[in-house]
């Protein structure tokens, strides 16, 4: 087995960071082999794409080899569109969204929406997403809207009852994909 290197993209607002500490920590007590990232992004509570853009760009360039990024709400649409508009500087191995918000018209109104164009652009890795169906922070409608523009053969989509995410953690296919304990 492979190490794995994990970079965790935690979700934004007020005590975003710790609220998502806990995924890190049940992922990092089942991890077989390797480590996680977890940076806490500026400024959380009012999330800004460039700033975010350039801490997620060192993280990943202080990573040697490959990397899987995980990434949840608002983190995981940064991610999204920084690798659609970008070209990444470490070789990414499989992309793992959970609850991602659709920014744009119909979804989130915030300054940092993709054009149509970037939604055609391919992704370095396969994708999985995740979302669940009573999330109150990113609504179900979300993840009705970001996944028509990704039908690609290499993506994934799950939905889950429920908003606990320690325990729809625990059920996803990203546990046995990051090689971890049984």
Same mark, same amino acid.
């Given at each position: 087995?492979?190490?794995?290197?994990?970079?965790?993209?935690?979700?934004?607002?007020?005590?975003?960071?710790?609220?998502?500490?806990?995924?890190?920590?049940?992922?990092?007590?089942?991890?077989?082999?390797?480590?996680?990232?977890?940076?806490?992004?500026?400024?959380?509570?009012?999330?800004?794409?460039?700033?975010?853009?350039?801490? &997620? =760009?060192?993280?990943?360039? *202080?990573?040697? $080899?490959?990397? +899987?990024?995980? #990434?949840?709400?608002?983190? !995981?649409?940064?991610?999204?569109?920084?690798?659609?508009?970008?070209?990444?500087?470490?070789?990414?191995?499989?992309?793992?969204? &959970? =609850?991602?918000?659709?920014? *744009?018209?119909? $979804?989130?109104? +915030?300054?940092? #929406?993709?054009?149509?164009? !970037?939604?055609?652009?391919?992704?370095?890795?396969?994708?999985?997403?995740?979302?669940?169906?009573?999330?109150?922070?990113?609504?179900?409608?979300?993840?009705?809207?970001?996944?028509?523009?990704?039908?690609?053969?290499?993506?994934?989509?799950?939905?889950?009852?429920?908003?606990?995410?320690?325990?729809?953690?625990?059920?996803?296919?990203?546990?046995?994909?990051?090689?971890?304990?049984?």
């Amino acid at each position: 087995m492979t190490e794995a290197t994990v970079l965790f993209i935690q979700g934004g607002g007020a005590g975003a960071y710790e609220e998502d500490h806990r995924l890190v920590e049940d992922l990092s007590s089942r991890l077989e082999r390797g480590n996680i990232i977890y940076p806490k992004m500026p400024d959380e509570d009012n999330p800004d794409y460039d700033s975010w853009k350039s801490a &997620i =760009a060192e993280e990943l360039t *202080g990573i040697s $080899g490959g990397v +899987l990024l995980v #990434a949840h709400s608002v983190g !995981a649409f940064i991610v999204l569109k920084y690798l659609l508009e970008n070209e990444p500087n470490r070789h990414i191995t499989g992309l793992f969204f &959970i =609850a991602t918000p659709f920014v *744009g018209a119909g $979804g989130w109104e +915030l300054d940092m #929406a993709l054009d149509a164009a !970037a939604y055609k652009r391919p992704l370095p890795a396969p994708v999985f997403f995740y979302h669940g169906t009573a999330d109150e922070i990113v609504p179900f409608e979300h993840w009705r809207f970001t996944k028509r523009p990704f039908r690609r053969p290499f993506s994934e989509r799950s939905t889950v009852a429920g908003i606990n995410w320690i325990t729809i953690w625990r059920k996803l296919p990203v546990i046995s994909i990051l090689s971890l304990k049984k």
